[in-house]
């Protein structure tokens, strides 16, 4: 049975602690790539330092963070004063659908990916923030731009077996599992490629050395995507916890002793 595995940081380029939090999760412990915001304040410099220590970028398309890089968004109802809603607003207007709707997503799409490729040289993936990219509405122009782009590498968030999250992560899984099935026939077309397996949603915000362990133990056969977000803080603050488990000696040890294969999507694909 051969195991792989790719442990992707997501959110580096949103504040300085994400980005300290990221590259140390990959300079000590087993984050093999990240996924980076554009057009954030501290986007440039996490590019920069990511690749002075060879870290594997791709990028984190968002639609619900920052300010838009078109101005399309702004124009129908998709972002206000100069930056996107708020996801339920988002949602709200996604719903609407519409041409003008995918003609607008198509345009920042594109931006997101010029001032992805002006800052990073190879691209690893490509994945969204609060994964929209799998609502109906952002699917297929999504698609559409990341083959057009030569993205090689997507995120389909589909965790089976997440029966022991909170309500809110199992709801969240069964919901992109229910928007992945509708989605599968277009992921094919596109030519994009995605692993065979997805983890961290059920621990997302409690990914401690435990769960971290159970997740390792429990990897089935083929690539699968474990998503994390790192942050360096102080001690109980969001994503500490998740920072000292990806870097824990333990967790190494027990990669090797289970065989398993770990790099980015440019190395096991």
Do not use: Y
Not at 68 to 85: E, K, N, Q, V
Not at 138 to 159: C, D, H, M, N, T
């Amino acid at each position: 049975m051969i195991r792989k595995l790719v442990v992707v940081a997501d959110d580096l380029g949103a504040c300085v602690a994400t980005n300290k939090g990221v590259l140390q999760a990959h300079r000590e412990g087993i984050v093999t790539a990240a996924s980076l915001l554009v057009g954030m304040p501290s986007s440039k410099a996490a590019a920069e330092a990511a690749a002075a220590q060879g870290l594997p970028l791709g990028l984190h398309v968002r639609l619900t963070a920052g300010p838009p890089l078109s101005p399309g968004p702004a124009t129908i109802g998709l972002a206000r004063a100069g930056r996107f809603c708020a996801l339920p607003q988002v949602l709200a207007r996604l719903s609407l659908g519409g041409a003008e709707l995918r003609r607008v997503l198509i345009e920042e799409l594109r931006a997101q990916v010029q001032a992805f490729e002006g800052l990073v040289a190879q691209a690893d993936h490509i994945n969204s923030h609060h994964h929209l990219h799998l609502h109906p509405a952002v699917l297929e122009p999504f698609l559409e731009v990341a083959s057009q782009a030569g993205f090689p590498a997507l995120r389909w968030p589909v965790e089976r077996g997440s029966s022991g999250a909170s309500p809110v992560r199992w709801a969240q899984a069964q919901a992109f599992a229910l928007l992945a099935r509708r989605g599968r026939v277009s992921l094919a077309s596109s030519g994009l490629f995605t692993s065979d397996h997805f983890r961290g949603l059920a621990a997302m915000g409690a990914l401690n050395a435990q769960a971290l362990a159970a997740i390792l133990r429990g990897l089935p056969s083929g690539l699968t995507e474990l998503m994390c977000h790192p942050v360096a803080g102080a001690v109980g603050e969001p994503g500490t916890q998740e920072l000292a488990s990806l870097c824990a000696v333990s967790v190494r040890q027990q990669l090797e002793a289970e065989s398993i294969q770990l790099g980015s999507f440019a190395e096991l694909c």
